[in-house]
């Protein structure tokens, strides 16, 4: 069997300190600005999408292949982030249905 440490060093994992406590004590933190990140990231490749597609429409780019690139690249962002919401909503709703 591997060290526990070795695993953390590996996957780059928090170290837990007895009781559940992370280490750091910034748990939710940590969660929240990556969900804070992502958002930040689909709502910067949705507006240059819409760039792009202004762009085109205007005449300034007669390149439809850059436009159809920041398009599918913003609509798997969004499909991405919409799949972490749901699955946010779901552990919320999950921990909060739990017995005490």
Do not use: C, W
């Amino acid at each position: 069997m591997n060290d526990i440490s070795a695993i953390n060093s590996e996957y780059k994992t928090v170290p837990v300190k007895q009781g559940g406590q992370n280490a750091s004590g910034q748990d939710f933190g940590t969660v929240f600005d990556a969900a804070k990140g992502l958002l930040d990231e689909t709502n910067t490749l949705q507006n240059k999408a819409s760039a792009e597609e202004v762009k085109f429409a205007l005449g300034l780019s007669d390149n439809t292949h850059d436009m159809m690139i920041a398009a599918q690249k913003a609509t798997v962002a969004l499909q991405y982030t919409n799949a972490i919401r749901t699955n946010m909503i779901q552990a919320y709703q999950t921990i909060m249905n739990m017995q005490i």
